[in-house]
């Protein structure tokens, strides 16, 4: 089985930054596109960035030039800086990864469980 486990959330004042991190663990024989989504209360879950196995990026108009998506395939590993953060970014932040296992040559879409970000003061 394959497990995504997102960390670096939290409570953060307007203009402040965070780093997420989603490290992919199990029987993982290789990862494709990993994405990062958001889901605000009361709203749909919404993509907010993807970076491709070669690096090619890709932001939600609301948040190019604030966010940056990076990986570290080494790690299996993807991070989200995010700056100049907003209230409006409060959110819960869930990484996807399409991967495929050991023990399938199939591309699966495995969903972390997801960490919360507050943009307070």
């Known amino acids: 089985q394959v497990q995504l486990v997102e960390s670096g959330g939290g409570l953060v004042q307007p203009g402040g930054s965070l780093r997420l991190s989603c490290a992919a663990s199990?029987?993982?024989?290789?990862?494709?596109?990993m994405y990062w989504y958001h889901k605000a209360p009361g709203k749909q879950r919404e993509l907010v960035a993807y970076?491709?196995?070669?690096?090619?990026?890709n932001y939600a108009d609301s948040v190019k030039g604030r966010f940056t998506i990076s990986r570290d395939n080494a790690k299996n590993t993807v991070y989200l800086q995010m700056n100049s953060l907003k209230p409006e970014d409060t959110a819960v932040y869930y990484c996807?990864?399409?991967?495929?296992?050991?023990?399938?040559?199939?591309?699966?879409?495995?969903w972390g469980q997801g960490t919360q970000v507050t943009v307070s003061s």
């Open positions: 996807k990864g399409r991967i495929t296992t050991v023990q399938t040559m199939n591309w699966d879409d495995y």
């Open positions: 199990g029987s993982i024989r290789s990862i494709g596109t």
């Open positions: 970076i491709t196995s070669s690096g090619t990026a």
